[in-house]
């Protein structure tokens, strides 16, 4: 398995053009308009790519795609503190869980395959447990992120993960 950076260039250029990469049975899940481009992930997956770092490991792609969608939701940029403009901004709630939820399939779509296979290890373990969960109080993506610190620290305690000496 892959846990090592890789480049998000590559990455970066999929995610820009989903349309090609995502399983094609499975992207009319996300349409909520009448027309093509009225997409949620031909909204998302931009966004995110321009968010993407030069590079970054299994745990740091979902980790962001996650903080992306919490982004989205609340519709302000946490580095900026500026709105953001985008067409998933103001959505209900089920829509940023209904991304979430596909965050497995796009990492399938546009990461080399053991880097997806490990990222989608890190979301089973530490995102979906609270996913679910938030999913059964139709609750925000806010309170998925309160919820995946606990996860995280169990999952940091078992696969021996220990922070960085500063």
Known sequence: MVSETISMEPVGEKLRDIGRYFPGDQLSRYQFGAYP???MLFHFEPYLADRLGPELDPRGFVTKAVFTLYE?????DAATHQPIRNELVGLPGTAYQLLLASIPVITDAVCPEDFATYAKDIYEAVFAPALDDCLKRQGRI???MRATEANSRMFNRVMGFRRKPE
């Open 37 to 39: 481009d009225e997409n």
């Open 142 to 144: 806010e309170n998925l």
């Open 72 to 76: 989205l939701e609340r519709g302000v």
